[in-house]
Each structure stands twice: as structure tokens, then as C-alpha cells.
């Protein structure tokens, strides 16, 4: 199982957006206090729109707190990581979980954290014109490439309410034909 988890998140509307991938993606999210926001922020509900009763999320006090409570594979983002994220094998063959960890947006993850396991830090390459992408797109971006490597497990390939043929009917709901 895919899991992103943050790392004392400051920025509500960030946090909804994530939310929102995660409901997207099936992603349980896991979010380690102290949070900069309430759960019931009204930016944090709208960056989730009507997606957070759908989310399957849990809150912890501290990182240790997570770290006893969960078990598998823990990949660390940071600006400081040498390694590309694409450069891991996220096909989890063994079924473990899966924990993607991002730092919070002003420090990232804590240096001492980082430390214990050199060897799964990482970061989305980019430009020296930039210190760090957005924390929503890079979690969008992680968790995408990780369900690419695995098949997209079970995400629908077409929009579910207005059908596989949408393109292909015209404006009054009928095939289009050509002549």
C-alpha cells in the first residue's frame, strides 16, 4: 500500500490539495504533528473539496509515534537527496507499505531524521533557479510514479459519470458519424 506522509505541514491549502490526491490515488495519508492549521480550517476544506470524508488519514503526535506505528519501506524527500525519485523500485513485490515522507514547506525534514537512512533520501530533480517545488505538486509527482511503476493498481482509465465515449458523442448526447 502507497502512504504519504507529512512531516509537520504548515500551509492548510497545501494539506487540502493532498488530500485530495490522495482520495485520487487511494493513498492513505499520515500527517505528524504539530500541524500549522486545524483539520477544520476552512482553506484546508476547500483545497479538499467534498473528497475528505473519503480520505482514510490518521494524525500523530510525533514522529516516533508514526515510526511505532507503522512498518515498511520509508522514502525521504529532500532537497539535500543526491538520487532522482524515479531511480527506486516502487513495484513492491513483497507487499510491504510503502511511506513517502515530505518535510514541512519552510525546513523540510529534520537533518537528524534524514540521517538514519541515507540511502532512501532523495529529490525531483530540478533547476538551481528554484530551492524546492510546491509540496502538493511533489507529492502528486512521487505518487504517480510510484502507481505508474505499479500498474496504476486499479485506478479507473476513464471518467466514471459521463462514460468511456464522452469525446466521441456530440452535444446532444448521440455517436457522431462521419460521412
Given amino acids: 500500500m502507497n502512504n504519504i506522509v507529512l512531516f509537520e505541514p504548515e500551509i492548510p491549502q497545501n494539506t487540502g490539495n ?5 482520495v485520487a490515488t487511494n493513498t492513505k495519508l499520515h500527517l505528524i504533528k504539530p500541524l ?9 476544506i476547500r483545497s479538499g473539496v467534498n473528497y475528505i470524508d473519503k480520505l ?6 510525533n514522529f516516533e509515534e508514526f515510526k511505532k506505528k ?14 532522482p525519485h524515479t531511480s527506486f523500485d516502487y513495484q513492491n513485490k513483497e507487499n510491504e507499505n510503502l511511506y513517502f515522507i515530505f518535510g514541512k514547506e519552510s525546513t523540510g ?24 517545488l510546491n509540496l502538493s505538486n511533489c507529492c502528486a509527482i512521487v505518487i504517480y510514479e510510484a502507481l505508474r511503476q ?10 466514471p459519470h459521463k462514460g468511456a465515449d464522452y469525446l466521441e458523442k456530440d452535444d446532444k448526447g448521440s455517436e457522431k458519424h462521419e460521412n
Fill in 36 to 44: 500549522g492549521f486545524s483539520l477544520d480550517e476552512k482553506h484546508l
Fill in 70 to 83: 507503522n512498518k515498511g519501506i520509508y522514502y525521504y524527500f529532500t532537497r539535500y537527496g543526491k538520487v
Fill in 18 to 22: 493532498i488530500m485530495r490526491t490522495c
Fill in 150 to 159: 505499479q500498474g496504476y493498481n486499479d485506478l479507473l482509465f476513464c471518467e
Fill in 56 to 61: 482514510d488519514y490518521q494524525v500523530y503526535e
Fill in 109 to 132: 525534514i529534520p537533518k537528524e531524521i534524514l540521517k538514519e537512512d541515507l540511502s532512501h533520501c532523495m529529490r525531483i530533480p530540478m533547476s538551481a533557479n528554484v530551492r524546492a
